[in-house]
């Protein structure tokens, strides 16, 4: 497949601040394409540059052979966009919310009536039509949301961190309709500073710390960056900084990480370590429930990569 986007020598300044420094990807037509990083990491910024909501610094940006410095107009009606924030009126319905944005993109008549229809049906909301918007829980303002992006059919479907902060019945919701518009032949740009999604997802992932992308690949391709390790993961509920010191200090030892009662031992050989291990835990007080090793994952890559977790 030829590619659809170009992102080539992409810098963002504000001020003093570079946000986005010397991005370069592509993205094949009809691919999933993952951005993943912490917040902060300039996903956002990038997003809103091929979206034309800001000027890069320096750089050029095609989508679908229109160039974002010539070509802007053009540009932007290969896109749908599917921002962070919530881009709906909340006192009008979702089919006025939907019609709306319909008529924003150029539809009218039959065609926007049909339109309506179908982004409704995708959004799994045809029944709740009629309801204002405020009266919407977060998860089914996000589908709306996601649908009003793709009224128009785009080309290329930029989606930023779309999940945030919803229910996970939604969120699965959301993951499953935007595996179907790409099983459709929709290309995605998906950002997210969540991995499990980004694994679940996408074809090929960037990961993108302070404006730079760190690494960039498939998901196998990615996890031989850290090629003959293994994560242990260990059950120990509260773990103070002095654990993790004193973990990061076993001889063997490649990354700390920890994560909602979970710690993450990133090292190339778990059975020389482990014993040493429990024991520094429970020397520490730590009260262990469980252990267990698996493959590397993108959490490990990113560790490996930077040395912190994606969720600091």
Request: charged share 25%.
């Amino acid at each position: 497949m030829a590619d659809i986007v170009e992102v080539r020598g992409l810098v963002k300044r504000f001020g003093e601040l570079t946000a986005v420094d010397r991005v370069d990807f592509t993205i094949a037509e009809g691919e999933m394409f993952g951005l993943l990083g912490p917040n902060g990491a300039g996903k956002t910024t990038t997003i809103s540059m091929i979206s034309c909501l800001l000027e890069p610094t320096e750089g050029e940006i095609t989508v679908a052979g229109h160039s974002i410095r010539e070509q802007q107009t053009a540009l932007k009606r290969t896109l749908g966009v599917v921002p962070q924030e919530i881009a709906l009126y909340p006192t009008l319905s979702a089919a006025e919310n939907l019609a709306f944005w319909g008529r924003m993109y150029g539809l009218s008549g039959a065609k926007l009536k049909s339109a309506v229809e179908e982004a409704l049906e995708l959004a799994g909301l045809a029944d709740r039509s009629k309801e204002r918007v405020e009266k919407y829980s977060g998860g089914m303002k996000r589908r709306i949301n996601i649908a009003a992006g793709i009224l128009h059919k785009p080309k290329v479907l930029l989606m930023d961190e779309p999940t945030v902060g919803i229910d996970p019945q939604s969120r699965n919701h959301i993951l499953e309709t935007v595996k179907d518009l790409n099983d459709s032949g929709m290309t995605v740009l998906y950002t997210s500073h969540y991995m499990e999604e980004v694994e679940y997802l996408c074809d090929r992932i960037a990961i993108m710390d302070h404006g730079r992308i760190i690494a960039i690949g498939t998901l196998n391709e990615l996890r031989d960056v850290v090629g003959g390790m293994d994560v242990i993961s260990v059950s120990v509920g509260e773990v103070s900084e002095g654990v993790l010191a004193a973990v990061g200090a076993i001889n063997g030892v490649k990354g700390v990480n920890r994560s909602e009662g979970t710690m993450e031992v990133l090292t190339p050989g778990s059975g020389s370590i482990l014993g040493k291990l429990v024991a520094t835990l429970e020397s520490e007080g730590a009260h262990v429930t469980s252990v267990t090793v698996t493959e590397p994952n993108l959490e490990s890559v990113f560790l490996h990569l930077t040395g912190k977790s994606l969720r600091d």
